[in-house]
């Protein structure tokens, strides 16, 4: 496997691999061949011209690739991401990288030279963290754009689908947190679901259905006196660690530092 150029925004240290950001966000940028990944426990395959986005600790990992397949890594941590978008993150993004952590026939090209010049500068240079926040804030701004043309409008038939969907995720998301479950009910294909679901909301099935829950949970921890246990088994979770572990996820604060704020 080549490398047109793999960079830590963080450190600027070039090293060799994929396997990177255990704690920050990292992606993937398809040069050429075939580059095969899977992401929770679904495997796929990026071709030249996809990105590959994994979040920190996240369940996406490399698989193998085809004997042409040349990849560039770009990996940067959360501080450097809320750097570039004026102290924020982009949850659009974020949200887009959850559902599916495949962006495809972005127009990425440009901005990674520039990206992979600005990091090769000296470190100790005048303004060279604000160079690199500015090229990193510029190569998300361009994906995000590349996704907001990329989506269709949806049709009354997606709309239709759409809202049955909603309403089986309001009466079920406590019990049921798969997109098959919801996806047999509709007499659709997961893929197509979440196809649908993107369309109406710009993000996928998946996440829509963990959005739901986590505000489920929210609701629970703030208006009940329910111990975090309970409302694990309320919301069907296996156990309150497994709990934490998402609402941690996806609020950014275990259950018990939301209930004291």
Request: glycine share 10%; with cysteine; aromatic share 8%.
């Amino acid at each position: 496997m080549s490398f047109v150029s793999d960079i830590w925004l963080d450190s600027v240290a070039v090293h060799e691999g994929v396997e990177c950001c255990a704690e920050g966000h990292c992606q993937w940028f398809v040069a050429r061949g075939e580059l095969a990944f899977v992401a929770d426990g679904i495997e796929g395959v990026a071709t030249a011209g996809d990105v590959v986005w994994r979040l920190p600790r996240g369940v996406v990992s490399v698989a193998g690739g085809s004997d042409d397949l040349s990849v560039a890594v770009v990996e940067f941590g959360s501080d450097a991401l809320r750097v570039a978008f004026g102290g924020r993150l982009p949850e659009e993004l974020v949200e887009r990288a959850k559902a599916d952590p495949v962006v495809r026939g972005a127009h990425w090209r440009r901005m990674l030279s520039m990206l992979s010049e600005v990091a090769g500068e000296d470190s100790e240079r005048i303004y060279h963290a604000e160079r690199l926040a500015a090229a990193l804030g510029l190569l998300e701004s361009e994906l995000a754009e590349g996704l907001r043309d990329s989506r269709p409008e949806p049709g009354m038939i997606e709309q239709r689908h759409f809202g049955r969907f909603s309403r089986l995720v309001s009466s079920h998301v406590l019990r049921e947190h798969a997109v098959g479950w919801y996806a047999e009910r509709l007499c659709l294909s997961p893929q197509y679901l979440s196809q649908v679901v993107r369309g109406v909301t710009g993000r996928g099935a998946l996440a829509y259905i963990n959005e739901q829950l986590a505000d489920r949970v929210a609701e629970m921890l703030s208006e009940t006196d329910m111990t975090v246990q309970q409302v694990a088994d309320a919301a069907g979770f296996a156990d309150q660690a497994v709990l934490t572990k998402f609402f941690r996820r996806m609020r950014g604060v275990t259950p018990s530092e939301w209930r004291r704020r």
